[in-house]
């Protein structure tokens, strides 16, 4: 039955690409009815074919685009040569008042990348980059990658252990360092483990450092050759090409392989699904160490010669206004950031914009068309992916609420699934025969995708830490031996092939756009109340995007000093990591193997109304801890009180 469905399915495409009209198409339609039978299944080709032909149509092309690089061995800075040839003075970015041509980030790159390569570093050696967002952020990650060096994009909110532990799981040779976030380098290189470790300081000029036996590389980048770094040649399309880093959905944040053939993936597959063009005018105000802003927003200027706005950070006073001014056509969005821009007062300049697509990921569905049509957008097309997953979906007609779609009538096309998990334990549930259980339309599972070794599509890289990429694996999935990524997600799938997101099965919760690592979170409570047995989750606030954090603490005798725990949560978390919330539990329930459970008190939320334990919240004016009141709680609850 299924492979007939595949040869109508491709007969449908012939159709769609050549035009061969309304008569062919009707026979493809009803060879399919007849292979797989049934008055649904005809509801189901009326419904989805015309969706799935032109899915499959753009995928092809991606694919096209894929394997041609394969063949001809092209990593990024390769086809970023041939965007520069045909581009050279077209602007590739725009930063506040700065204009950068294709030429301008050309030469920096080249500048960067022989500089490096003067100083010793070689092909396959990670070098940490620590910087806020500006175009030369990108200027210095290229330059690296043209000599087949591999930087490391880290956070640069992160603190202390974080910071010292994201430096350290990627074996980093270097580090170079903004120059106006020194202070917080110098902190975590008071360890001996980082102390020896060579650093590099950009955006001084000619100032003094703060850090300690660092390097001016300001001075060095000016003298610097401005031509093409002749390692360039060895840079392959397999090459590792960055590290960025990800929560993943256990421990501390992983170092995610990129490759050269993932970036250009993920690229592609936004610019083809979405159906970006190169004059688009894409605005990027997203962090450029994630994989959102850095590889998403400005790949399409790297690989595509659309023009890209980025900015130091996220302004919701500011979004339309610069739309406007940069005459931007698409734009970039996480979740957080629709839900900012809504609750921004109404003004003229919300639709006086020219944006035909906005694209992004986390964009709430009780949101969605409020949102949709107070801006006056077109067109919104909601991704899934992960950093590190070859499980990565789009929605490329706007459906409301959906993060993407399969095909229910050609699902190998694109072989990705939700399987059954155990509610509690979020392990795997298996059938009779030791196989993965595949979930029905309107059942909750775990999104998977299918690994097939060495594909540039379908591969999974993993981390540089080779145990937490093993956690990331299931076996005898679709068939006995296989194998598949697990993306740590729950989906649900309704009867059309929509997927829509539900919840996260790890130890991770995401807030203020960041994936939140509540064992991180976990290991600095702990440390500050005494080693105490502690449980860090998310907990749902209304009207507010992800989930806050919350602390449940083990403290029988009520001991704990708040004035202690605010300070050492404000001195080595990054602010959207600190628990809004805090809960002294006079008992914590552990499973047999001694691990504290956490999804039954997930469940209990914050309400002070149902919870005999104290809890606290963090008020920020007053700068303390203070106790949850019921008043409080009803004004959190009404949006009165804002985070």
Not at 123 to 151: R, S
Not at 225 to 248: A, E, L
Not at 270 to 294: E, N, Q, R
Request: a neutral charge.
């Amino acid at each position: 039955m299924f492979p007939s469905a595949v040869a109508m399915g491709v007969a449908g495409v012939l159709c769609y690409a050549t035009n061969l009209g309304a008569s062919m198409i009707t026979i493809c339609a009803l060879a399919l009815y007849l292979s797989l039978g049934g008055s649904q299944t005809l509801w189901l080709i009326y419904r989805t074919l015309p969706r799935d032909v032109k899915g499959l149509y753009r995928y092809l092309r991606l694919l096209k685009r894929i394997h041609h690089a394969k063949r001809n061995n092209l990593s990024v800075p390769k086809i970023f040569q041939e965007v520069v040839r045909k581009n050279r003075n077209k602007v590739a970015f725009y930063f506040e008042d700065e204009t950068w041509t294709f030429q301008q980030v050309d030469e920096l790159s080249n500048k960067v990348g022989n500089y490096f390569a003067a100083k010793g570093v070689k092909h396959g050696d990670p070098v940490a980059l620590f910087m806020e967002n500006c175009v030369e952020y990108v200027c210095i990650w290229l330059g690296l990658t043209k000599i087949g060096a591999i930087p490391a994009l880290i956070n640069y909110n992160l603190r202390f252990d974080s910071l010292k532990h994201c430096i350290n799981v990627a074996a980093c040779k270097a580090v170079i360092c903004g120059a106006n976030i020194q202070a917080a380098l110098a902190e975590a290189r008071e360890s001996d483990d980082l102390s020896n470790l060579p650093v590099y300081v950009f955006g001084t000029g000619e100032n003094e450092l703060i850090l300690k036996d660092a390097v001016n590389m300001d001075v060095g980048i000016k003298e610097s050759p401005s031509t093409t770094p002749p390692q360039i040649d060895s840079v392959n399309f397999s090459d590792k090409m960055v590290f960025i880093y990800t929560s993943g959905t256990t421990g501390m944040p992983k170092a995610a392989v990129i490759k050269h053939s993932r970036y250009l993936f993920f690229t592609s597959g936004v610019y083809y699904l979405a159906a970006l063009d190169p004059s688009d005018v894409i605005y990027d105000p997203l962090p450029l160490y994630h994989t959102a802003g850095g590889m998403l927003g400005t790949g399409q200027a790297l690989l595509y010669a659309c023009s890209t706005v980025i900015r130091v950070k996220f302004s919701a006073s500011k979004y339309w206004e610069e739309t406007i001014r940069y005459s931007v056509t698409v734009a970039q969005y996480i979740g957080e950031i629709c839900r900012y821009l809504l609750n921004t007062p109404e003004k003229p300049e919300d639709k006086r914009h020219n944006i035909r697509l906005m694209f992004g990921n986390g964009l709430r569905p009780n949101i969605w068309k409020d949102f949709q049509s107070r801006f006056s957008i077109p067109r919104i097309s909601e991704f899934y992916g992960s950093t590190e997953g070859n499980a990565n979906i789009i929605n490329m007609d706007g459906k409301p609420g959906a993060v993407g779609f399969v095909s229910v009538l050609f699902p190998s096309v694109y072989p990705v699934a939700l399987i059954k998990v155990d509610e509690d334990t979020r392990e795997v549930v298996r059938d009779a025969n030791g196989m993965c259980i595949l979930c029905k339309p309107g059942e909750p599972g775990e999104f998977i995708g299918k690994i097939v070794k060495d594909d540039p599509v379908r591969d999974f890289h993993g981390y540089a830490d080779d145990s937490a990429t093993k956690k990331k694996i299931v076996r005898d999935v679709f068939k006995k031996g296989d194998y598949a990524f697990l993306s740590g997600d729950i989906l649900m799938m309704d009867e059309e092939g929509y997927l829509y997101f539900k919840d996260r099965t790890g130890d991770t919760f995401r807030w203020k756009g960041e994936n939140v690592s509540t064992n991180e979170v976990e290991a600095v409570i702990s440390k500050v109340a005494g080693h105490a047995d502690v449980v860090v989750y998310g907990v749902e606030v209304p009207g507010a995007e992800g989930r806050a954090g919350m602390a449940a603490i083990l403290d029988g005798e009520v001991s704990l000093n708040l004035e202690e725990l605010y300070a050492g949560v404000m001195r080595a978390l990054a602010s959207y990591a600190r628990p809004y919330f805090v809960r002294i539990a006079k008992e914590l329930e552990m499973t047999g193997t001694y691990k504290l459970k956490k999804i039954a008190i997930q469940k209990e939320g914050f309400n002070p109304n149902v919870i005999k334990d104290k809890i606290y919240f963090l008020d920020a004016k007053k700068k303390e801890y203070v106790p949850l009141t019921i008043d409080l709680y009803d004004k959190i609850v009404s949006g009165e009180v804002r985070f």
